[in-house]
């Protein structure tokens, strides 16, 4: 049994209390941190995974993973040319026909939104850089880096990156 202490509560009672409410602070912080998609600036930094993954909802079939959202219709992307999903931030091409493909829409230069596709190249409105639309590397700099690519899928006249 515990002492009771000078105002009348157990001793070990209040310890208890205090270190269970020392674990519940843990568990509630660990539950509100976020993640940084540069990790805050600290190197080897990973974000936090969860120790279980939640399971999927009765009847949801498969499992298999909800097909992306389409952003532009086949049609909005000229052979030659491309369009520009500024939101997004990235930049759809057809160099030939049927054949599309994606780009970050950041230059590598100085994380400018490009401007333009024009006459073959993905063009940065902010210091002239300039990117081959089949495969984002530099045409022309100051950029020395080509726009990373994303993963382009046409289905049924539409384009969507996964």
């Known amino acids: 049994m515990a002492e009771p202490s000078e105002s009348g509560v157990a001793v070990s009672s209040r310890r208890t209390v205090l270190a269970c409410a020392g674990a519940a602070c843990a568990a509630v912080l660990a539950g509100c941190s976020t993640y940084n998609s540069n990790n805050g600036g600290v190197a080897g930094s990973q974000p936090a995974q969860p120790a279980t993954s939640?399971?999927?909802?009765?009847?949801?079939?498969?499992?298999?993973a909800a097909a992306p959202a389409a952003l532009a219709s086949t049609s909005d992307v000229p052979v030659g040319g491309g369009?520009?999903?500024?939101t997004q931030k990235i930049v759809l091409t057809q160099p030939k026909s049927g054949e599309f493909h994606g780009f970050s829409a950041v230059c590598t230069h100085a994380g400018c939104t490009v401007?333009?596709?024009?006459?073959?190249?993905?063009?940065?409105?902010?210091?002239?850089?300039?990117?081959?639309?089949?495969?984002?590397?530099v045409a022309s700099g100051p950029a020395k880096r080509p726009l990373p690519g994303k993963q382009v899928t046409a289905s049924g006249g539409q384009l969507s990156v996964t």
């Open 54 to 64: 939640p399971a999927a909802p009765a009847g949801s079939g498969s499992g298999a």
């Open 83 to 86: 369009k520009i999903l500024a």
């Open 115 to 137: 401007g333009s596709v024009s006459g073959g190249t993905i063009n940065c409105p902010c210091h002239g850089s300039k990117f081959k639309i089949a495969d984002g590397s």
